[in-house]
């Protein structure tokens, strides 16, 4: 079985209505967790603390998906969108 591995990240948007970062050198890297549960609780964890700031935002990235090459690929992600 694969590992499924997930990273969270964030930091200051651009905007808070667009997924650009304003310095990509400042965006906070939260860590690498095994599963989608231990991800979700240090995104939530990260999300809390800057609930009161619009323009910071952190998102889950699901690596496994990308080292998964018999999986395809969603038609948003192979125009990338």
């Known amino acids: 079985m694969a590992q499924r591995l997930h990273l969270v990240f964030g930091g200051e948007l651009v905007s808070p ?3 650009v970062f304003k310095d990509v ?4 890297i939260v860590g690498m967790f095994p599963d989608y549960a231990s991800a979700y609780s240090a995104w939530k964890a990260e999300a809390q603390r800057t ?3 619009a323009h910071v935002r ?5 690596i496994h ?3 998964d090459e018999e999986q ?3 038609a ?4 990338g969108i």
Do not use: C, G, M, Q
């Open 17 to 19: 209505t667009k997924n």
């Open 76 to 79: 948003t992600e192979e125009l």
């Open 72 to 74: 395809p690929a969603s």
């Open 58 to 62: 952190y998102f889950i990235a699901h």
């Open 25 to 28: 050198k400042a965006i906070h």
């Open 51 to 53: 609930v009161d700031d």
């Open 65 to 67: 998906r990308l080292r």
